[in-house]
């Protein structure tokens, strides 16, 4: 018995010095690819790791190892896209179709041409939060206040600066604007170092959590008369923030706004094969991802190929024609 044991041992060990020496071959194989996301309390952070957990779950088979990294937001993550340093990036359905036809922070770049869409996928509101002793109940009351429109490379930034605008407010005359990265708002607003920010996020999410459960009162403010906005800028749409899941917020009601789409997008030069990979794994385990957020509860296989811009990456194409989605 003792020898039976000891060779066991023996076995055991070789054969985990003989795994030890694989990597370098399994290693070369391993595709490595990175998922641009946002703040890690917003929803991007979140659904970068939905994405990367269910094409990891097949790494035998295709061979890929999706990481996802924090980030400042949309405008960021095509830049990074478009340079190289990412291989995908969540993305709003508005800087998608800006980037594609080189508007608002790509008008000097011009347009990028090597964008590629793969799918869409939650709903976004533009969510304006004020402390509730700023006396802030409209988007006119913002007129003198300190607050936070978002960081440069935020997709809220031109969000906010549009509601502004549609309200007749200049942002950089009328309000003292702040643009520092939505995870630090929360605090800031708390603190009292800012009366209001605007976040484009998905609900529920630990931003708005963190902002509504403080010492200080705060309420998510209406945006309404937006329909001269609406009308010029196709990418809007009306949206609603369910209060239920911010019950620290003193709001009563659903609270009326304007939102986007958040969506998934990659470069022409990132392999179909990895493309496809990825597409399959998110489509073929549908219900699944689903689960992964509550802020994809709305979502069907249908509107997940709405609201893109650029043209759809030829990887994704392949599992669409083949899953009869298109
Ligand atoms: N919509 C935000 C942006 O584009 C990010 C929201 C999130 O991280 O969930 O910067």
Not at 193 to 208: E, L
Not at 241 to 263: L, R, S
Request: glycine share 10%; charged share 20%; hydrophobic share 40%.
């Amino acid at each position: 018995m003792r020898k039976f044991l000891l060779l066991i041992t023996v076995l055991v060990f070789c054969m985990a010095a003989f795994a030890g020496s694989l990597p370098q071959t399994a290693q070369a194989k391993t595709i490595f690819v990175t998922i641009g996301t946002g703040g890690i309390t917003g929803v991007y952070y979140p659904t970068g790791g939905a994405i990367a957990k269910i094409v990891n779950q097949k790494r035998k088979i295709y061979g890929i190892r999706a990481t996802v990294e924090s980030t400042g937001g949309s405008v960021f993550n095509v830049n990074a896209v478009m340079a190289g340093d990412l291989e995908f990036g969540v993305v709003q359905s508005d800087r998608q179709y800006q980037a594609w036809n080189g508007l608002a922070e790509w008008k000097d770049k011009g347009p990028q041409k090597d964008l590629r869409a793969v799918f869409t996928i939650h709903p976004e509101s533009i969510t304006l939060v004020a402390a509730e002793d700023a006396n802030i109940r409209t988007i006119q009351d913002l007129r003198g206040k300190r607050v936070n429109i978002g960081n440069p490379g935020s997709g809220q930034r031109q969000n906010s600066i549009d509601a502004l605008e549609n309200a007749g407010i200049d942002w950089k005359t009328d309000i003292k604007a702040e643009g520092v990265k939505a995870a630090e708002a929360p605090g800031l607003l708390q603190d009292g170092r800012i009366d209001a920010f605007f976040y484009t996020v998905g609900h529920p999410n630990g931003n708005i959590k963190e902002a509504t459960s403080g010492k200080r009162k705060v309420r998510i403010v209406p945006i309404t008369g937006v329909d001269k906005l609406l009308a010029k800028f196709p990418y809007y749409a009306r949206a609603i923030v369910p209060v239920k899941f911010y019950p620290g917020a003193t709001n009563k009601e659903d609270v009326e706004t304007f939102g986007v789409k958040a969506t998934f997008v990659t470069s022409i030069k990132v392999p179909d094969k990895v493309v496809y990979a990825i597409t399959k794994e998110v489509f073929d385990n549908f219900e699944a991802f689903k689960k992964l957020h509550p802020a994809y509860s709305v979502l069907t296989k249908k509107n997940m190929l709405e609201g893109m811009s650029a043209p759809i990456h030829p990887g994704a194409m392949k599992y669409y024609k083949e899953a009869g989605l298109m």
